[in-house]
């Protein structure tokens, strides 16, 4: 009969999302979850086979934590819907560093292409995508093409914020994805533009 575990699953990822967020994912190892589970290594590995079981659970758990907030971007009232996803990336970015760090900094094993990364890093990508297109009924192709550029540019203002290279504030940040937005758009859509 196999020992009977000393924590849940739920309290292990817990423990192990909290240090994380804390100090980063180098920090997760099978010691330092031990001690803040207030126990040795060992209970951990009643439940999960090894560490790298506990940071894909982890990791998972951060993907869905930001799920929310993509979600709460599309949702945002006052703005189209693909600018509160940028938005809501960089408040993801400065509300939760580590986790940022943990979803979009980390060194992919297999390099994607610039046109493929979005759908391999974002579990989110079908929904922005969708966004974009109904907001300035582009074609997919176009869609595509003012997303990756956004994103890139999005993506910088964030780790920006996430490293704690530089701050900067909502409306600022808003405005300089809206001066983007708009000149690609111009790009894109010549001679009609319409603004973010």
């Given amino acids: 009969m ?28 099978a010691r330092a979850l031990g001690e803040r589970l207030g126990s040795s290594a060992r209970p951990i590995f009643t439940v999960f086979q090894s560490m790298d079981e ?37 408040n993801f970015a400065r509300n939760e560093p580590k986790l940022f760090q943990l979803l979009f900094m980390t060194e992919q094993a297999r390099k994607p292409d610039v046109t493929e990364i979005l759908p391999v890093i974002d579990d989110n990508y079908p929904q922005i995508l969708s966004s974009v297109q109904n907001c300035y009924s582009l074609t997919r192709e176009d869609s595509e093409r003012l997303y990756r550029h956004l994103w890139v540019y999005t993506h910088g203002i964030a780790v920006l914020c996430a490293t704690g290279l530089c701050a900067f504030s909502t409306e ?21 533009v319409t603004k973010l």
Avoid: W
Wanted: charged share 25%; net charge neutral; hydrophobic share 40%.
């Fill in 2 to 29: 196999p020992p009977k575990a000393k924590f849940t699953k739920e309290e292990i990822l817990e423990a192990a999302l909290q240090l994380v967020r804390e100090n980063g994912v180098d920090a997760l190892t």
């Fill in 54 to 90: 506990v940071r894909q659970g982890v990791e998972a758990a951060v993907r869905r934590h930001y799920s929310g907030y993509v979600t709460a971007g599309l949702e945002q009232t006052g703005m189209p819907a693909f600018k509160g996803v940028g938005m809501q990336y960089i």
């Fill in 172 to 192: 600022e940040a808003g405005r300089m994805l809206t001066e983007v937005c708009t000149a690609l758009l111009k790009e894109i859509m010549v001679p009609s």
